[in-house]
């Protein structure tokens, strides 16, 4: 899967070069090696949306089908099947060279661990979930990405918009197709352990042509924990639960490949649970079911379709709740091995009744494609978004 989301400024580039200066011309021993690896994506893309405001609208966006980004991944060999990894990754505005996340330098990515053979990986930092590493990989945005493939509004953060911060995570080796991994961030809240804390767990497996993985996330005092440092709680399908005092969710995935043709299947079941202060007075459940397929028709030429249906469950006074259909299309060129030009569509249609962004009103569900749409959604029910792009990665 191509890696996904700088400042251009010459602190950021001098801090890259001394790195890697650092790294080439440390002292190694006689068994010891180390390498560092400079890499990154630039995606910008022309786009088109349906009911903005009541209105169509044409647009740049960058990061469509690859987050713009660049990072350091380094290693060095301990012996004895034992290393050091380390990984720094930003994400940045392509069209502006603005930082993606104001005062956050690596805003993705920033962690140092142990990697052996035999007992596995140990890591420490700000990191993705192994829910999002090991069932993200086989749902709909590794395949349709996140900006028009995601789940409505990403609410169940299965493209990459969750990360943890001050977490260890732990994977272990694959043993007979089995792996898995768990990580525990930290609230750091003294005298409080578990306030802020944050949790996830996930089991992958693969034998022969078939894949699967089942992941599990919790988070506690969404809108005041050290340990989350973001999470997709800012479209109309659930910023209305952001003062959650516990967001639960739970996915799985599946996929089998024949040749050139890939189809997969997904599930998705997100909780909130209110607390003290939340707005909103009921737990809140949303179910979602999809279904992906890809083909490879030449070796440079891609294409990949998805569908899911999105379901709220019967809480805080509606009766009608929300359902959400979307179609998600993609079509992809590599010109070269590392520059493609590609094609994006997606189509959502959302009926029946929300709960608005103060937690208490009640107002029609409104259509959101993706992850892409979650500050621009529709004026109404439905959504369409088309895009064509170019993505260089390096």
């Known amino acids: 899967m191509w890696m996904k989301r700088v400042k251009a400024s010459r602190a950021i580039v001098s801090g890259i070069f ?65 290393k050091t990894i380390f990984r720094l990754e930003s994400g940045f505005n392509s069209l502006t060279g603005a930082q993606s996340s104001a005062g956050v330098e690596f805003n993705r990515q920033a962690y140092v661990g ?29 395949y349709l990405t996140g900006a028009t493939g995601a789940h409505p509004g990403d609410l169940d953060a299965l493209d990459t918009t969750l990360r943890f911060n001050n977490s260890l995570t732990y994977t272990s080796p694959v043993l007979s197709g089995l ?17 802020g804390n944050t949790l996830s767990a996930a089991l992958t497996y693969a034998v022969a042509n078939f894949r699967a993985a089942v992941g599990y996330v919790r988070l ?27 967001n639960q969710m739970i996915a799985a995935a599946a996929q089998y490949k024949s040749g050139n043709f890939m189809v997969g299947a997904n599930y998705s079941n997100v909780l909130y649970r209110p607390g003290a202060g939340s707005t909103f007075r009921d737990t809140a459940v949303f179910n979602t079911y999809g279904v992906i397929s890809t083909y490879q028709v030449t070796p440079a030429i891609n294409v990949a379709a998805g569908y899911s249906y999105t379901r709220a469950s019967e809480s805080n006074g509606i009766a009608d709740s929300a359902r959400y259909n979307q179609f998600s299309l993609e079509q992809s ?32 569900a409104v259509a959101v494609v993706g992850d892409g749409q979650n500050t621009t959604p529709s004026s109404g029910g439905s959504q369409f978004v088309g895009s064509v792009g170019l993505r260089h990665f390096f």
């Open 179 to 195: 792996q898995a991994s768990a990580q525990y961030g930290l609230g750091g809240v003294a005298g409080n352990f578990t306030h």
């Open 114 to 142: 142990l990697s052996d053979q035999q007992f596995g990986t140990l890591t420490i930092g700000r990191q993705y979930t192994p829910y999002f590493n090991f069932v993200g990989a086989l749902g709909p945005t590794g």
């Open 333 to 364: 060129y590599s010109m070269t091995k590392r520059t493609a030009i590609y094609f994006l569509e997606g189509y959502q249609h959302a009926s029946g009744k929300a709960i608005a962004a103060n937690g208490t009103s009640i107002v029609d």
């Open 18 to 82: 001394i790195a890697v200066a650092a790294s080439a011309s440390a002292p190694m021993t006689a068994h010891a090696q180390s390498a560092v690896t400079l890499y990154g994506d630039v995606d910008n893309a022309i786009n088109y949306t349906s009911n903005q405001k009541g209105k169509h609208n044409f647009y740049l966006s960058q990061g469509e089908l690859n987050a713009s980004k660049f990072g350091l991944l380094g290693s060095e060999d301990l012996g004895g099947g034992l």
């Open 220 to 246: 506690a005092d969404l809108a005041t924990s050290n340990a989350l440092a973001t999470v997709a709680d800012n479209s109309p399908v659930n910023v209305a639960y952001a003062t959650a005092h516990t």
